[in-house]
């Protein structure tokens, strides 16, 4: 059994909810306010830096541009030793990719929590697909990006638990190109009008 916090309550934060607490781990949310949380019904909300301190995985369900203040409201020292999935897309006020490139928001946050264990996951799935990790019947492909492999085999058990077919994707630099795949999938879905029940699958 895994310890892990969702920092957010919005809908990726809920979807993941959905997903996680039907395999074999622990989970509760870190809100600013938990008086005040969205979380669904029956989920244990504690302060934010509560939940990351009882945790040993923080899902970073807040938008980007949040990122920096969450982890300073934390405090950077405790999430050392600790797994941190960035789920986040970095987008600008124009809802396009805010950087790429040579860095990435992933890379972004590690330099923030030098002591974590940074891992990009989930970023490029619409929320109402991350509850089971398929659309219809065919499960999406989890591509898991890090540069500390039991990091990435954590997150990748944790994938497949919910339904989706987990792939190492490589180091954290990885986040460069998944990233923009985020992008992709927004404007498949919202401009070229394909909706929200799609997503990316790797065939061999």
């Given at each position: 059994?895994?310890k892990i916090?969702?920092?957010?309550?919005g809908?990726?934060?809920?979807?993941l909810?959905?997903?996680?607490?039907?395999?074999?781990n622990e989970?509760?949310?870190?809100?600013?306010d938990?008086?005040k949380?969205k979380?669904?019904?029956g989920?244990?909300?504690?302060?934010?830096k509560?939940a990351?301190q009882?945790a040993?995985?923080?899902?970073?369900a807040?938008p980007?541009h949040?990122t920096?203040?969450?982890?300073n409201?934390?405090?950077?020292?405790?999430?050392?030793?600790?797994?941190?999935i960035d789920?986040?897309?970095a987008?600008?006020?124009k809802?396009?990719?805010?950087?790429g490139?040579?860095?990435?928001?992933?890379e972004?946050m590690?330099?923030?929590?030098p002591g974590?264990?940074v891992v990009?996951?989930?970023?490029?799935?619409?929320?109402?697909?991350?509850?089971?990790?398929?659309?219809g019947?065919?499960?999406l492909?989890l591509?898991?990006?890090?540069?500390?492999?039991?990091a990435?085999?954590?997150?990748?058990?944790?994938?497949?638990?919910i339904g989706?077919e987990?792939?190492?994707?490589g180091?954290?630099?990885?986040a460069r190109?998944?990233?923009?795949?985020?992008?992709?999938?927004?404007?498949?879905?919202?401009?070229?009008k394909?909706?929200?029940?799609?997503?990316?699958?790797?065939?061999?």
């Amino acid at each position: 059994m895994v310890k892990i916090a969702i920092l957010g309550t919005g809908n990726v934060g809920k979807a993941l909810f959905g997903g996680i607490k039907n395999g074999s781990n622990e989970v509760k949310f870190g809100s600013r306010d938990p008086s005040k949380s969205k979380a669904p019904e029956g989920a244990e909300v504690v302060t934010m830096k509560e939940a990351v301190q009882w945790a040993e995985v923080i899902i970073f369900a807040v938008p980007h541009h949040s990122t920096s203040e969450t982890i300073n409201s934390i405090g950077g020292d405790n999430f050392n030793d600790k797994i941190a999935i960035d789920v986040t897309n970095a987008l600008n006020e124009k809802w396009e990719l805010a950087m790429g490139f040579d860095t990435s928001a992933a890379e972004e946050m590690q330099k923030l929590i030098p002591g974590a264990k940074v891992v990009k996951a989930f970023n490029y799935v619409f929320a109402e697909n991350m509850s089971n990790g398929k659309v219809g019947e065919g499960s999406l492909t989890l591509f898991v990006a890090s540069d500390d492999g039991r990091a990435k085999e954590v997150v990748m058990k944790i994938g497949n638990e919910i339904g989706f077919e987990s792939v190492d994707a490589g180091p954290l630099k990885s986040a460069r190109y998944l990233e923009p795949l985020g992008m992709l999938l927004i404007g498949l879905g919202m401009n070229q009008k394909l909706g929200t029940k799609i997503g990316f699958k790797l065939l061999k």
